[in-house]
């Protein structure tokens, strides 16, 4: 049964950088058949996608986040990261790990099938 | 590609038909369109991906349907656990979400 779970800092200072893990649990991130996606949510509102990464390292960003993230992955924990550099209150949200699936989508990013818990982080000095 | 999901508030009781909107800006190419649950204090959960393929352990109640622009999600018999905020999602060569649709109970 495969799981996620996202950890890291719940509180993050303006200007500093928001960093994130998520280790997967129950199923291998070398596997050929999955993206590995961070998508935040702030408090009460819609989702937004941050990013993904495929084993190999291959990283696929939204444009509107691109100059401040990096994801990287860690095949050896069965791990990938987030970096958010330059963080604002506007970056407050819970934060989410997931599985995207390629079965049936191509391109740099596709569905997700499996979702961590959540963290939420906080921005405030 | 901007999703618009309509209406804003759905506001049904358990037993009714249930049907949502979801219009995108330009054409979704292969029907990559996707539709997902969300319950308070919980993660999306994936219902139908390819716009109509519904997710493993997904009722037969959900079902989706549409092309190019105009994509809807139908829930044919309200259960008592499915009043919940319902997003749609494109992928592919770009991710973006729709704001969402939130099923209440009448």
């Known amino acids: 049964h495969l799981q996620l779970q996202e950890s890291g800092p719940g509180l993050v200072k303006p200007s500093e950088t928001l960093s994130l893990t998520c280790t997967v649990s129950g199923g291998s991130i070398s596997s050929s058949s999955y993206y590995w996606g961070w998508i935040r949510q702030p408090p009460g509102k819609g989702l937004e996608w941050i990013g993904s990464i495929y084993h190999s390292g291959s990283t696929f960003y939204n444009p509107s986040l691109k100059s401040r993230v990096t994801i990287s992955v860690d095949t050896s924990k069965n791990q990938f990261s987030l970096k958010l550099s330059s963080v604002t209150a506007a970056d407050m949200a819970v934060y989410y790990c997931a599985r995207e699936s390629l079965w049936l989508c191509s391109g740099g990013s596709c569905y997700s099938d499996y979702w961590g818990q959540g963290t939420l982080v906080t921005v405030s000095s | 590609i901007v999703l618009t999901q309509s209406p804003g508030t759905l506001s049904l009781s358990p037993g009714e038909r249930a049907t949502l909107s979801c219009r995108a800006s330009q054409s979704v190419s292969s029907s990559y369109l996707a539709w997902y649950q969300q319950k308070p204090g919980q993660a999306p959960r994936l219902l139908i991906y390819g716009a109509s393929s519904r997710a493993t352990g997904i009722p037969d109640r959900f079902s989706g349907s549409g092309s190019g622009t105009d994509f809807t999600l139908n829930i044919s018999r309200l ?28």
Do not use: M, N
């Open chain 2, 79 to 106: 259960e008592p656990e499915d009043f919940a905020v319902y997003y749609c999602q494109k992928y592919g060569s770009s991710l973006t979400f729709g704001g969402g649709t939130k099923v209440e109970i009448k």
